[in-house]
Structures are given as structure tokens and as C-alpha cells.
């Protein structure tokens, strides 16, 4: 995925969505194992001195900040105020006498991202952005983008936030990254949607960051990210709302 030098909305051809393959991934590590070393970098930067995670994560905030500026007033009453981004911590050192970023009281966890209304923050944990840019960079664009879903969800009346809170993070994340391709301010690049595919279903199984009882399994994951993708954010609130 590649960010685009242009702001708000724009032209550009339609990706035209379709169903991710709900297909099952190779067996992979947990973050900070080998055998492919998921915790380091996957290089060793640009002429900026940052790591291509770093960048791709740059991205993938400005890419969803600039949907929901662009598009909040369409979609909902009410001014848009984004949520603060705290970034990278190392959840490893959580109780320690080095500072760990804290929701509610309690250190944030290891290997995990999170959206904190508390403190009404984005966070992440280096080790799983690391792991996950490793499989391919669609991850990070993914992970920022159920987040930052958390977010909205936390601005809405209650009736436009659905039960299954993580599945319409997801369905929101469908929505903001192929809403964002047609707005020509992200670009899909080739293996894109399969590596959608491969994230949404490992997060679903494979990491310390979701629970398949509250974040649904691979097949529901794959379905509600891909009918945002199609239809959009209205297609994400409740039935009665649509």
C-alpha cells in the first residue's frame, strides 16, 4: 500500500471490492520469534533514519485521519476531533521501572494495539507491528484502521454502535481503507488484498491481541471487513439505522 501525495477527496478509479478469500494462512510465529525475527525492523531506514514499519504506519494514520475529516459531516451530525496517536510502545517492559503507557489504571499489555477511550489515544505495541509488517504492509494499514474504528465508535450515539463492537471496527477499517483508494489518497499495490485477507484471519487465530469470542473468527472478521469495503461506513451501523 502506498500513501499518495494529494488530500482530501479526489478522483481516481474505483478498486471495485470484492469478497476477501477467506482461504486458511501458513502457520506463523508469535511477535519477537524466530524464525523470520519478526521483532526487528524490516529495514534499516530511509535517509529520514525511519524503518519502513515507521513510514507505513505514518501512512496508514494520515490516510484514516484524512477519511474521517473528509467524510464525517457526510456520515454524521456534529464537528470531527480525531483521537490523540501515542504510537509505538514496548508492552515487555509493562510493570516495570520503565514507562509503559497505561489505560483505565493497568500498564497496556504485551503484543497488542489498542484504542484507549480513557485517554481517548491510538497505541501499539512495536513487536506486533513488526511481526505483522513482515507478513506484508497491508497489516499495519489494517490494524491503525480498526483502531482508529474503536475511536468513531466511541463518538457515536449509542444506537449507531453495534453489539459486536470488534466486527464493526472492522467493517469500519473496510470501509476507510477501500473508501480511501476511491478518494485516490491510498493506493492498492498487487498482493494488497490477499495480504488484507492473511492479516484479518491471523489476527483472528494467531495473536495475543484478539480473542476469537470477542473479536469473531476468520470467516466473520473477512465477512464484515469486506461489506464496508463494498458499501461503505453506512453499511457498518446497526440494521435499524440503514
Not at 531506514?45 to 504506519?57: Q, W
Not at 483502531?147 to 473496510?174: K, S
Not at 470501509?175 to 488484507?196: H, I, M, P, S, Y
Amino acid at each position: 500500500m502506498a500513501l499518495l501525495l494529494v488530500a482530501g477527496c479526489g478522483g481516481g478509479a474505483d478498486p471495485s471490492p470484492r469478497p476477501l478469500d477467506s482461504s486458511p494462512v501458513e502457520s506463523a510465529p508469535a511477535p519477537g520469534t524466530a524464525p523470520d525475527t519478526p521483532g526487528r525492523p524490516t529495514d534499516t531506514g530511509g535517509t529520514d533514519g525511519r524503518t519502513e514499519v515507521e513510514r507505513d504506519i505514518d501512512a496508514a494514520v494520515a490516510i484514516t485521519d484524512t477519511y474521517w475529516r473528509t467524510h464525517w459531516s457526510e456520515l454524521f451530525t456534529g464537528g470531527y476531533q480525531p483521537p490523540r496517536v501515542l504510537g509505538p510502545y514496548d508492552g515487555a517492559y509493562a510493570g516495570t521501572a520503565l514507562d509503559t503507557p497505561v489505560c483505565g489504571g493497568e500498564p497496556l499489555p504485551d503484543d497488542n494495539a489498542v484504542y484507549c477511550s480513557d485517554g481517548d489515544y491510538l497505541a501499539w505495541d512495536r513487536d506486533l507491528m513488526r511481526w505483522g509488517h513482515a507478513r506484508g504492509d497491508a497489516w499495519v494499514y489494517l490494524v491503525i484502521a480498526h483502531e482508529w474504528g474503536h475511536a468513531v465508535q466511541n463518538r457515536l450515539d449509542a444506537g449507531l454502535v453495534e453489539l459486536a463492537r470488534e466486527l464493526q471496527a472492522d467493517c469500519l477499517a473496510g470501509a476507510v481503507l477501500f473508501g480511501a483508494a476511491r478518494d485516490a489518497t491510498l493506493t492498492f499495490e498487487e498482493g494488497d488484498t490477499e495480504e488484507l485477507a492473511d492479516a484479518l484471519t491471523a489476527l483472528a487465530d494467531r495473536t495475543p491481541w484478539t480473542d476469537v469470542s470477542d473479536h469473531g473468527d476468520a470467516a466473520q472478521r473477512l465477512s464484515s471487513f469486506s461489506r464496508g469495503a463494498r458499501s461503505g461506513v453506512t453499511s457498518c451501523l446497526p440494521d435499524v439505522i440503514r
